[in-house]
């Protein structure tokens, strides 16, 4: 069943104690907000550590009504940034899930 010396109960507890450093880091995480910014920070994105865009902000100076679709793309920009922060953070909390030794 288990390699000789694999203690179960101690095995059982580590992946326990894993279990709530997880449960912790997730909770961390989704009490986060993380703000994301393009165009010199024209668009400004904050978004929560599950992902969802919780506020925009935009300059005046961003705004040409003759050409939206840069817009568009600093709007694109703000919120990926803002994602690419909340995953990164994802990614420092969580535990390291190779300790169990398997």
Do not use: C, K, W, Y
């Amino acid at each position: 069943m288990f390699p000789e010396g694999m203690d179960m109960n101690a095995l059982l507890q580590q992946a326990q104690a894993m279990q709530a450093q997880l449960q912790q880091a997730q909770e961390d995480l989704a009490n986060s907000v993380f703000t994301g910014s393009a165009g010199g920070d024209l668009v400004q994105a904050v978004v929560t550590g599950a992902g969802e865009l919780v506020g925009l902000t935009i300059e005046p100076g961003a705004v040409d009504l003759d050409d939206l679709e840069s817009l568009s793309d600093l709007i694109i920009a703000a919120v990926r940034d803002a994602g690419t922060q909340a995953a990164n953070q994802a990614q420092a909390l969580m535990p390291d899930l190779g300790g169990l030794g398997f």
